[in-house]
């Protein structure tokens, strides 16, 4: 089964259009799943006291979430309603 994409990651060391990639809620954090597994190992776990959630969005309806890696910033856009409701609710 195809892993269905709900994200969208940025960084200095990423391409600038960003990589697609799946995220989940786990009990530590979140769990990152990439389109791009050449690039990027296949997941990827970031506990939540490293994160920062901000909301984003022209409406508003996104949640951004900010981490470091490996000296290199990330940004996480989501805007899929059940990813962002697994955070409220996790």
């Known amino acids: 089964m195809a892993v269905q994409l709900n994200a969208l990651c940025f960084g200095s060391d990423l391409p ?4 697609p990639c799946h995220v989940d809620t786990i009990a530590e954090g979140i769990a990152l799943t990439f389109s791009d597994q050449q690039s990027q190992p296949a997941t990827q776990t ?3 006291g490293q994160l920062s959630l901000d909301a984003g969005g022209f409406d508003h309806d996104q949640l951004v979430v900010k981490w470091m890696q490996s000296g290199a910033g990330r ?4 805007k899929d309603a059940a990813a962002i ?5 996790g």
């Open 16 to 19: 600038g259009q960003g990589i």
């Open 46 to 48: 970031v506990p939540f």
């Open 75 to 78: 940004t996480l856009f989501i």
């Open 85 to 89: 409701a697994a955070f409220r609710h």
